[in-house]
Structures are given as C-alpha cells and as structure tokens.
C-alpha cells in the first residue's frame, strides 16, 4: 500500500537553527498538509499546499515557517529559527482529491534544546 | 472551547471486550475521520466517513448527521488495540479543507 514518507523520525536541534522537515506524499496526490502535535495536545492544522501554493495557513503558521515542494516529489517544512515551543511531532499528511481522507506520515519527532 | 468532543479521555478493557468510543462536534461536516494514534506516535486512518457506517474487520464507525455525533466501536477488543483514537472533522463552510482533531481517547486493554 502506497505510503508517505517522513524523514528524520527524529531531530534535536538547538535553539535558533534552521530545520528542514522532509515528506514524500504519494506520487498521484495534488493535496499536501503539514499538521503539528505538541506532546499531550491535539493534532494541529499548520498548512496546506496545492498547486505549488500554499492554499490556507493556520495563525500558528508563522513568518518562521515556510513551505515548498522544490523537485515534484519532497515536500518540505522549514523552521527559519526553531524555539523550544516548536517542540512538537510533525506530520504530513496527502489526499489525491480535495475531498478524500488522509494518508499520514510517520511524523518526525522535533525536540528543540 | 473544543470543538471536537470525544468521550471518554481514557477507556481501560479487558481484552474480548466491546469498546464504544464517541466523538461530538458543533456545526456542519462534510467529513470525519477516525484515527489510530500508536504509542510512538505514527498516525493511522481507520475510516473516513460522511454518513452511515463502515466496518473493517473488528471495527465499526458510525456518524449520525442530525445528532452530530459519530461512534468508533471495537469488538472482541485485543491487547494491540491498545492506542489512541481520535476523531477529526472537515467543516462544511469553512474556507480550506483541512481537519480539525479532538484530543483523543487512550484506549487500553488488559489481557
């Protein structure tokens, strides 16, 4: 079964560095999210990408981050300077039509220090 | 205020039991789904669902649309169903098409 796939699974990183999320969404879908989960929280809407574009932010999306699908294929999440709030487990997640389910990744376990 | 209300937070079973987990929103959805959260944390997709019910294997979703209410029962509960459930609905009017989750039930069953 088709996956997406979610590199690193885990990264510490000091405050302040740039960080860089990778996603490989399924190759026939047109849909891109990016959701966070604060340990202990609910699942979070960050962004969702179309098209090449970003198509709604959440206010939690901030000038900080920025996302980009550089190559067809990776689709990734850039935090320009991490503070230790952007502590958290990220996911992308896909869906080939607007109105179909989600295929998760794995997520990537962000720890900043 | 939550929009998404599951009940309840916390749910211990003997394992064969009959597990019902429910999940409440506010206003109109086009969709909601349930998911698996595992205990490392990875995401998985049991159902989407718009009205009715599905079934896949031991597992049933429900969604009643005029109650705004949906059900995720488990039958025959076993240890490796031990996990998070969570439920996530898409809104009817609201621009974008993203998911708004609730904060899950954490589901354990005993041997």
């Known amino acids: 079964e088709p996956e997406v796939t979610q590199t690193p699974s885990h990264q510490v990183t000091q405050m302040g560095q740039e960080v860089i999320l990778r996603c490989v969404p399924i190759?026939?879908?047109?849909?891109f999210y990016w959701y966070r989960q604060i340990l202990g929280q609910k699942v979070e809407f960050l962004v969702s990408f179309y098209n090449n574009e970003i198509s709604e932010k959440s206010e939690i999306f901030d000038d900080q981050f920025s996302v980009e699908r550089p190559d067809g294929s990776n689709f990734t999440l850039k935090i320009r300077s991490t503070k230790l709030e952007d502590s958290a487990m990220y996911f992308c997640a896909s869906i080939v039509t607007r109105v179909g389910g989600y295929t998760f990744g794995s997520g990537t376990r962000l720890t900043v220090v | 205020k939550n929009e998404v209300e599951q009940s309840p937070q916390n749910l211990t079973a003997q394992e064969g039991e009959f597990i019902t987990i429910n999940c409440s929103y506010s206003v109109g959805i086009s969709a909601l789904h349930w998911l698996q959260q595992h205990p490392g944390g990875g995401i998985v997709s049991l159902f989407m669902l718009s009205s009715g019910k599905k079934k896949h294997g031991r597992l049933i979703a429900t969604i009643n649309i005029q109650e705004k209410h949906s059900s995720l029962h488990i039958t025959a509960s076993h240890p490796r169903d031990s996990a998070v459930y969570i439920c996530a609905v898409r809104y009817i009017g609201r621009t974008g098409n993203q998911f708004y989750f609730g904060t899950g039930t954490s589901l354990t069953v005993i041997p």
């Open positions: 190759s026939n879908h047109l849909y």
